[in-house]
C-alpha cells in the first residue's frame, strides 16, 4: 500500500505541471494598443471586451491593453464615444498581440448640442468633450461648499502608513526574526504588493463649521489617536503635521491641487484646456441624474497633471459625482511610484453634490521600478452635513482648531461608535504592535542607529552627543579645530534642558564652549510647538563676520572648503537671557538680555585715528535688550522629540525685531537703536512652478562701530546659500540703513519637460535675482569720522570693506536641479562692484535639496 501512495505521488507530480500547462495554454491573452486610424495618436480608456461576453477592460493613458480568458473567444470588439465600433479577429487559446485603428465618426450629445465631424488631431475647437468641461467650470462656484451660507458636518481621517513591496527574502531576513509579527499581507494586485510592514496609524473626529458672510471656518478635535513611538527622532505629531502636509485635502474645484509637496493643476481648473486631453468614454443613463464619464490625459506626460477620469452630473448642475485622478508613469515626480484619489459625491438637501469621500493612496520608493518602499493612505469622510442651519456666534471665538480635553484620550468604544469607515484587522494590529515594538531591545538599538546617521546625535537616554557633523572642521585662524558637545533629552526632563559643547584650535590654540539652561513654562518640550520657555546661556567661540547660516551649524565640515580669503574671525563672549512665547495662533515674541563683547582675530584688527597716529582696541563691548515679533499664519513644522524644521507654505511669514544698546549699563560703551523687518512668502504660479520672495530692511539710529553695522550675509562656501549673497565676500558691505529683495523661482521643470530626451532626465529649472540697496551715513562713516574704528584693509593695504553707494548690490543665477534627484547646481553672476580684490564675477554652486 505504501508503494502504490508513493507512486501515485510521483505521478501527480508529474502530471500537475503539465495539467497546469495544459490550463495556461487554453487562455486566450490579448495584448496590444489602440490608435486614432488617421492621425496616429493612442486613444485612452477604450472599451474592449470579448464579443458576447461581459469580460471586459480598457485601454491605459498610452492606449495600451492586457485581456484574457480561459474561452475559445475568436473576436475582440472595442467601442468608444466619437469613434465607429470596431470587431476584431483573434486566435483562441493563444498569447498574441495585435494594434487597433479605430475610425472616427459623427456623434452628438443631446445635454452638449455639439457634432464633432473626422478629426485631423485632437483640438478644442468643436472639441464635445472640452465643451462639456467648460461648462463644468463655468459652473464650479455654484457646486462649491462656499456656495452655501453655512455649512456643518462631521469629518472622519484615517491616516495609514506601511513599509511596502516588501518582498520574502527581505520578510525573511534575519534582522526581522523578531519582528515577524508586524507584517501583514493583502492582495498582491493592490498598490504597496503582498507584503506590507504597517508602521503608523492615525485616527481623527471633528466637527466643521463655515460661514459664508463674513468668512469663518471652525474644527473642534472630538478625537485624536495615532501610535506613540516614544523615540527621539520620531515624534507622532511631528509625523502627523508632516503627512498632513504631504496628504493634504483634494477639492476638484480648486484651480490647483496640493499633494507630495507640489501643486498639480486641477482638471476642472479654469486653464485645463490648455493642458489636458479630454474624452467622453462613457454616457450612463442607469444613474439618475444621467452621468457623462469624462476621461483625460495630460498632454505632456512629465508635466505636474493628473489623468483619470471623471462622472459629469447632466441635470443642469454640471457637478462632478465621482472622480479617478492617477498620475503618468512618466511624471516629473520624484520617488513616487503610483499616486491614486478616489472621490465620491453625495447629494445633499438642495439637491446639489458635496464631497462625501476621499481616499488618497501614495506609494514611495527610491527605484520607481522595483525594491521595498512605503505606502500611504489617507481616507477622509463626511456624516451629518447640514447646509444652512444658522450658527450661534460664540461657535467661532477663538482659534479657527480647538482640541477638546481628553481628545486624545478615548477609549475604544468612542472610536467604535463613531467610526465611518471601518477598520481592518491589519490596521487594528498596529496600535497593539508599535507597543510591543517600541518596548523591545533590538528596536530600541536600530533607533539609536537611525537617530545617528539622519540626526547627527547618539542617544544615552537623558543626553545626547552630537551633531556628528560638526566633531571636526578647519579653518584659516583656527586651523584644526574639534568640537564636543551634546544636550539633554525629554527622559532627563520635560521642565529643563541642558546643552553644551567645548571646542579646541589648534592653530589659535584657543579653547571655546558653549553651555546653556533652558526651563519650559508649559511643561511641554522645548521644541513643540507652541514653545514658551526661560533660557540662560554663555558662549566663547568665534564667528566669520557676515556668515548667517539657516538650520546648519557653522562647525559643519563641509563648510570648511571656501573660495578666496577667509582670514577674519570675531572672538565673541556673550552672555544671555531670553524668554520666548508662542501662541497658538503662531504669534510669538522673544525678549532677550545679552552682554557682548568683541575681540578680533586672525588678520582682522581693530583700530581707530586719534590724534593723527593709530590706536589699537582690544575689544568692544556692547549690553542690549531686544524685542522679536513673528507671524507664520498656519505653519506646520518637520517635527521630532528634540527639533522642529519649518515647513514653507504659501502663507508669508513676518519678522520684527528691535535691538536697543544700553551704554552704561554692564560695562555697555554704546547707545544706539536697530529696527530690521522681513516678510517671506511663497508664491505658487501652478503649471510654471514656484517663486521664494523675501523682502527685508533695516535701520540703525546712533553712532556705532562697523562689527555693530548690519554686515550683509556674504558666502564664500561652495554651497549654494538661498539667503545670503553668494559672491559677495565676507565682511564685504556694511550699512547702517538698507533694503533687499530676493527672489528664488522654481519652473519645476517646466521647460525642460518639452524638451525631447531631456525630459527623461526630469530635471528642473531655477533662476534666482537677489537686490541689495543700503548706505552708511557720515556718522558711522570712518572716512568722515577718524574716531570710528577703521575698516579692515589688506596687506596691500587696499580696504577690503566697502558701504554701499548709489548703486544696489546684484548678483543672479541659473540652475539645474533634481540632479540625481537631490542636487541643484546653479550657475551665478555678480553684476557689479567687480573692482573690489579677491571677488569672483562667475561662480557654480551646489546645493542638496530632497525633493518630491
Not at 577703521?790 to 541659473?814: C, I
Request: proline share 4%; glycine share 6%; net charge positive.
Amino acid at each position: 500500500m505504501k508503494n502504490h501512495l508513493k507512486k501515485l505521488t510521483y505521478i501527480w507530480a508529474f502530471l500537475l505541471p503539465l495539467m497546469a500547462f495544459q490550463v495556461s495554454a487554453q487562455n486566450t491573452i490579448v495584448t496590444g494598443i489602440v490608435t486614432d486610424a488617421k492621425d496616429k495618436d493612442p486613444l485612452p480608456y477604450v472599451t474592449l471586451l470579448f464579443k458576447g461576453t461581459s469580460i471586459i477592460t480598457r485601454t491605459d493613458a498610452d492606449g495600451k491593453f492586457t485581456i484574457s480568458s480561459p474561452g475559445n473567444y475568436s473576436e475582440l470588439q472595442f467601442s468608444f464615444v466619437g469613434y465607429g465600433t470596431k470587431i476584431i479577429a483573434i486566435k483562441p487559446g493563444e498569447v498574441q498581440e495585435i494594434a487597433v485603428k479605430m475610425d472616427a465618426e459623427s456623434t452628438s450629445l443631446n445635454e452638449v448640442v455639439i457634432s464633432s465631424g473626422k478629426r485631423p488631431s485632437y483640438k478644442n475647437k468643436n472639441n464635445p468633450a472640452v465643451e462639456l468641461i467648460r461648462r463644468v467650470i463655468d459652473h464650479k462656484n455654484a457646486n462649491r461648499m462656499e456656495s452655501y451660507d453655512q455649512v456643518e458636518y462631521k469629518q472622519y481621517e484615517k491616516m495609514v502608513f506601511s513599509m511596502s513591496n516588501l518582498s520574502e527574502k527581505f520578510k525573511n531576513k534575519r534582522i526581522f526574526r523578531k519582528y515577524q509579527f508586524l507584517f501583514d499581507e493583502q492582495d498582491s494586485t493592490k498598490i504597496g504588493g503582498k507584503n506590507i510592514l504597517p508602521i503608523f496609524i492615525q485616527e481623527k473626529l471633528s466637527q466643521n463649521y463655515y460661514n459664508k458672510n463674513p468668512e469663518k471656518n471652525k474644527m473642534i478635535v472630538l478625537g485624536d489617536k495615532s501610535v506613540n513611538y516614544e523615540t527621539p527622532l520620531i515624534d507622532s505629531k511631528g509625523l502627523s503635521q508632516y503627512f498632513e502636509r504631504m496628504y493634504a485635502d483634494v477639492d476638484i474645484y480648486a484651480n490647483n491641487i496640493s499633494l507630495v509637496s507640489n501643486q498639480f493643476l486641477s482638471p476642472i481648473a479654469d486653464g485645463a484646456p490648455t493642458f489636458y486631453k479630454f474624452f467622453i468614454t462613457d454616457t450612463i443613463k442607469s444613474h439618475s441624474p444621467q452621468l457623462i464619464e469624462l476621461s483625460f490625459i495630460p498632454r505632456n506626460n512629465t508635466d505636474l497633471l493628473f489623468e483619470g477620469r471623471i462622472y459629469i452630473t447632466m441635470d443642469g448642475n454640471y457637478a462632478v459625482q465621482d472622480a479617478f485622478l492617477t498620475v503618468n508613469k512618466n511624471i516629473n515626480l520624484n520617488f513616487v511610484r503610483a499616486l491614486e484619489v478616489k472621490l465620491n459625491f453625495e447629494k445633499n438637501t438642495a439637491k446639489r453634490y458635496y464631497l462625501n469621500k476621499t481616499n488618497l493612496l501614495v506609494d514611495f520608493g527610491i527605484n520607481k521600478n522595483k525594491g521595498g518602499g512605503f505606502t500611504g493612505e489617507r481616507i477622509v469622510t463626511l456624516s451629518d452635513y447640514q447646509i444652512n442651519k444658522k450658527q450661534p456666534e460664540d461657535i467661532f471665538q477663538g482659534p479657527k482648531i480647538v482640541i477638546v480635553p481628553d481628545a486624545e484620550k478615548r477609549g475604544d468604544q468612542f472610536w467604535l461608535e463613531n467610526r465611518t469607515d471601518t477598520l481592518s484587522a491589519g490596521d487594528l494590529k498596529i496600535y497593539k504592535n508599535v507597543d510591543t515594538l517600541k518596548n523591545m531591545s533590538s528596536f530600541k538599538k536600530t533607533m539609536d542607529l537611525v537617530t545617528l546617521l539622519f540626526a547627527g546625535y547618539k542617544d544615552f537616554g537623558p543626553f545626547e552627543v552630537g551633531p556628528v557633523n560638526t566633531f571636526y572642521s578647519f579653518n584659516n585662524v583656527e586651523g584644526l579645530r574639534l568640537r564636543l558637545g551634546g544636550r539633554t533629552t525629554p527622559a532627563l526632563s520635560k521642565r529643563y534642558y541642558f546643552e553644551t559643547y567645548s571646542a579646541y584650535g589648534f592653530k589659535d590654540e584657543k579653547w571655546k564652549y558653549f553651555l546653556s539652561g533652558t526651563y519650559s513654562l508649559n511643561n511641554k518640550s522645548i521644541y513643540s510647538f507652541p514653545q514658551s520657555y526661560l533660557r540662560a546661556s554663555f558662549q566663547r567661540d568665534t564667528k566669520i563676520p557676515g556668515q548667517e547660516l539657516q538650520f546648519v551649524q557653522e562647525d559643519n565640515f563641509l563648510l570648511s572648503f571656501k573660495r578666496g580669503e577667509n582670514n577674519m574671525m570675531l572672538y565673541n563672549d556673550i552672555y544671555k537671557v531670553e524668554f520666548m512665547k508662542e501662541f497658538e495662533n503662531h504669534f510669538s515674541y522673544n525678549v532677550s538680555l545679552k552682554k557682548w563683547s568683541q575681540k578680533p582675530g586672525g588678520e582682522l584688527y581693530f583700530n581707530n585715528i586719534l590724534d593723527g597716529r593709530p590706536n589699537v582696541i582690544n575689544n568692544i563691548n556692547t549690553s542690549e535688550i531686544g524685542f522679536a515679533f513673528r507671524y507664520a499664519k498656519n505653519e506646520r513644522f518637520y517635527q521630532g522629540k528634540i527639533y522642529r524644521t519649518p515647513i514653507i507654505d504659501k502663507y508669508p511669514v513676518f519678522n520684527l525685531r528691535y535691538i536697543a544698546g544700553l551704554k552704561g549699563l554692564l560695562d555697555g560703551e554704546y547707545n544706539y537703536h536697530k529696527f530690521n523687518g522681513s516678510i517671506d512668502k511663497r508664491f505658487y504660479l501652478s503649471q510654471l512652478g514656484y517663486s521664494d520672495v523675501t523682502v527685508e530692511g533695516g535701520y540703525i539710529f546712533g553712532k556705532v562701530p562697523f562689527p555693530l553695522l548690519s554686515i550683509h550675509r556674504a558666502n564664500q562656501t561652495y554651497a549654494y546659500q538661498l539667503n545670503s549673497y553668494n559672491l559677495m565676500n565676507f565682511l564685504e558691505f556694511v550699512s547702517d540703513h538698507y533694503a533687499s529683495l530676493n527672489i528664488d523661482h522654481n519652473f519645476n521643470g517646466f521647460f525642460l519637460n518639452k524638451i525631447p530626451l531631456i525630459k527623461k532626465l526630469k530635471l528642473r529649472e531655477s533662476v534666482s535675482f537677489k537686490i541689495l540697496y543700503g548706505g552708511l551715513r557720515a556718522e558711522n562713516n570712518p572716512a568722515y569720522d577718524q574716531s570710528l574704528l577703521q575698516f579692515p584693509v589688506a596687506d596691500n593695504g587696499v580696504s577690503t570693506t566697502y558701504n554701499l553707494n548709489k548703486d544696489p548690490y546684484m548678483e543672479g543665477s541659473v540652475g539645474i536641479g533634481n540632479i540625481f534627484k537631490l542636487l541643484r547646481i546653479d550657475l551665478v553672476k555678480r553684476f557689479n562692484y567687480l573692482d573690489h580684490p579677491v571677488i569672483s564675477e562667475w561662480g557654480i554652486r551646489a546645493r542638496v535639496k530632497f525633493d518630491f
